[in-house]
């Protein structure tokens, strides 16, 4: 199986469009995706491999996602998520805590954005406790990773709760949204106003009573992404500080 999911793999290559690939996802030196390389296959591509090899072990899942070619880890991860949609509960919770020991090789935005919240936020959005209920299983997890010192754990940390924003639960969103909110780092600053501009789609008030409390101190590039839907009017208002 491995074997074959390797062949079908490089026959897809375009060596072209992985020359472009690795300038768009910024591998160059010093860049946030350094030393990354690519194949230069497309994603609905690489969704049919995945697919194709959904039954692929855990041992044969690490070896791709270990490998130092960026379509080799996204297909493992997508491979994850077609097993996590079949799996029971006891089967997820295996596909969650490997996706989690995993973390170093979830190293690009595009690994992290279509692949945490269908896993990580999932699991915990269906199975974490709340307050009339005990699972024993916490959202503590993503608290550690948004205090992360790697990028894409934080980038993890609130992705992952475009599940919960989903299910019109903002809560964590928002704590973690806080916590990010001095981050050094651009692609944090956009996760986190992407976040918070899904909450305001499905609750203005309380995406602008996080703003109003924050938005003098927030990095200009996570309001531009927060307040992007909004009105003319209120988003120059915005801008230019004048809330």
């Known amino acids: 199986m491995y074997k074959k999911i390797i062949k079908e793999i490089k026959q897809k290559s375009n060596p072209q469009k992985a ?12 860049q946030y995706g350094e030393g990354d390389i690519f194949l230069g296959i497309t994603i609905p591509e690489q969704r049919k491999i995945a697919k194709n090899f959904s039954d692929l072990t855990f041992f044969d899942i690490q070896k791709l996602l270990n490998n130092k070619y960026h379509e080799y880890r996204m297909i493992a991860l997508l491979i994850l ?19 989690l020991k995993n973390t170093k090789n979830i190293n690009n ?7 945490a ?6 699991y915990l959005a269906e199975f974490a406790g709340s307050s009339t209920k005990n699972t024993g299983i916490s959202k503590n ?13 934080k980038r993890i940390a609130i992705i992952s709760t475009y599940s919960f924003i989903k299910r019109n639960n903002f809560n964590d969103t928002l704590k973690i949204s806080e916590i990010l909110l001095h981050d050094e780092h651009d692609l944090i600053h956009k ?11 499905r609750d203005f008030q309380i995406e602008e009573n996080f703003l109003k409390k924050h938005y003098k101190k927030m990095p200009r590039m996570m309001l531009r992404y927060a307040i992007e839907k909004f009105p003319k009017e209120l988003y120059d208002e915005y801008l230019n500080g004048r809330i």
């Open 19 to 30: 020359k472009d690939l690795m300038w768009f996802f910024k591998t160059g030196k010093g």
């Open 81 to 99: 998520i077609c097993q996590f949609l079949k799996a029971n509960e006891k089967n997820k919770k295996q596909i969650y805590n490997f996706y």
């Open 109 to 115: 935005w595009d690994l992290v954005d279509l692949t």
């Open 117 to 122: 919240p269908k896993i990580v936020g999932e």
């Open 141 to 153: 997890i993503l608290y550690k990773l948004a205090r992360s010192k790697h990028l894409w754990e």
């Open 191 to 201: 996760a986190v106003g992407w976040m918070l501009r899904e909450v305001g789609k």
